[in-house]
């Protein structure tokens, strides 16, 4: 016989319940997704206040949609598009926000620069920023800096340098030769005769200096005795002459005693000037009885010649007579 099968009861308000849960779950969902949306837009500053910066640059290489403008090493703005302008070059324009803006003016300089390794960054200098601001659509080149492109260029200086460096370590090079010379140098100095054998090149030579240096710190000795004398003679000779039994102190008596002798002697003086004086007038009264005197005496010359003739007269004519001298009175 057939098994007949219950009928299934299905409860209507408990599949609305669940109907009605998911619809909720979905809606949560959604607006979840909404509001992550909506917060990574207000992140990214879609909802802010901007303003556009254009950049004109010889090329976009490396450039792309949302790369940073840092100022400082903070992004000041975000790139929005990039053009090619009718001249051929790009136009990169950028969008700045208007709160972020006020650091950028019009001597303000961009530059794109590129590293070996990564991508290309924009970056803005402000250096005064007392200058006025840059306005809404402002257009500005940029200086682009590519370090990959100086590779070619540091490659051949680091080759001329490799080869500069060969040059001057090769065995007639002027380094290699100096280098010898100065390890030459360096052995005479550990030699036994020191820095002399390596000033004067041999051994010999620094010997008879050495040799003269003793002779001559030998004769520094000698003399420092000799001065050690030397001080002792001047200690006499100050005893013997400033003592108090010294040549000076009896200098000073002697010449003491001069003076009283020559006072002495001035005295003695006047009294000869009064004496020349009363000769004076003796001689005065001499004078006139000279002048008699004279008369006298050219009568006495002119009897005495007389005489003269008279005795020549005599030895004329009395030949055989050999006294021939008469005395006179």
Not at 83 to 103: C, F, H, M, Q, T
Not at 299 to 315: A, D, G, P, T, Y
Request: no cysteine.
């Amino acid at each position: 016989m057939p098994i007949e099968s219950e009928p299934v009861v299905v409860e209507a308000p408990a599949v609305a319940h669940l109907d009605l849960k998911a619809r909720l779950l979905m809606a949560g969902v959604l607006l979840l997704i909404a509001a992550a949306a909506a917060f990574v837009l207000y992140a990214r500053g879609a909802f802010e206040r901007t303003q556009t910066l254009v950049l004109v640059a010889d090329h976009a290489e490396g450039v792309v949609v949302g790369m940073d403008l840092s100022f400082a090493g903070f992004p000041v703005g975000r790139v929005n598009r990039i053009e090619l302008s009718n001249e051929g070059n790009a136009r990169i324009v950028v969008y700045v926000p208007v709160k972020d803006a006020r650091w950028l003016r019009e001597s303000s300089v961009f530059t794109m620069e590129s590293g070996l390794v990564g991508g290309p960054k924009l970056r803005a200098f402000s250096g005064i920023l007392s200058d006025p601001p840059l306005g809404d659509g402002a257009v500005r080149k940029v200086l682009s800096g590519d370090a990959a492109a100086e590779i070619p260029r540091l490659m051949a200086s680091m080759r001329d340098l490799l080869n500069n460096l060969g040059a001057i370590t090769a065995d007639g090079s002027p380094l290699n030769q100096s280098l010898q010379s100065l390890q030459t140098t360096a052995a005479r100095l550990n030699g036994p005769s020191g820095a002399l054998g390596a000033l004067l090149g041999n051994d010999k030579d620094a010997s008879k200096i050495i040799t003269t240096l003793d002779r001559t710190n030998t004769l520094l000795a000698r003399l420092d005795g000799l001065v050690l004398k030397t001080d002792g003679l001047v200690g006499k000779a100050d005893t013997l002459v400033f003592g108090e039994r010294g040549l000076l102190r009896d200098g000073q008596a002697s010449v003491q005693q001069l003076n009283a002798l020559l006072a002495d002697a001035r005295m003695s003086l006047k009294k000869v000037d009064a004496v020349l004086v009363e000769a004076q007038g003796i001689a005065s009264n001499t004078r006139a009885a000279t002048a008699d005197l004279g008369t006298l005496r050219a009568e006495v010359e002119s009897s005495l010649r007389k005489v003269e003739h008279l005795v020549n007269e005599v030895n004329r004519r009395w030949p055989f007579a050999r006294d021939t001298e008469i005395k006179l009175p």
